[in-house]
Nanobody
Framework: QVRLEESGGGSAQAGESMRLSCVVS????????MAWYRQRPGLAREGVVV???????MYADSVKGRFTVYKDDAKSTLDLQMDRLKSEDTGMYYC???????????WGQGIQVTVSS
């Protein structure tokens, strides 16, 4: 059974940092793409960062230069370091894993991030 479990969310002030962690089990994630998504209030779910199975990394323009993703194959974790947070980063953040065709197939339960200005 595949499980993606997020942790590390909560509240922060604008300009502060926060780190999210996703522990992956039941899934050989080193062979698949992985991603962090978020859903901000009133908006559709959107990709924050996608890590391709080939090692490529793509960040959303809105987080480039502020967010950094870390993947630890030995620990089966996918961390999202979020620096210089903005109020518009507020939302539910989801860890996601892809099927072999590259489409997202697995989702974590989501974790809330709230940034106050």
């Amino acid at each position: 059974q595949v499980r993606l479990e997020e942790s590390g969310g909560g509240s922060a002030q604008a300009g502060e940092s926060m780190r999210l962690s996703c522990v992956v089990s039941g899934y050989t994630y080193s062979d698949h793409c992985m991603a962090w998504y978020r859903q901000r209030p009133g908006l559709a779910r959107e990709g924050v960062v996608v890590l391709g199975s080939d090692g490529s990394v793509m960040y959303a323009d809105s987080v480039k230069g502020r967010f950094t993703v870390y993947k630890d194959d030995a620990k089966s974790t996918l961390d999202l370091q979020m620096d210089r947070l903005k109020s518009e980063d507020t939302g539910m953040y989801y860890c996601a894993g892809c099927a072999r065709n590259g489409e997202v197939k697995y989702w974590g339960q989501g974790i809330q991030v709230t940034v106050s200005s």
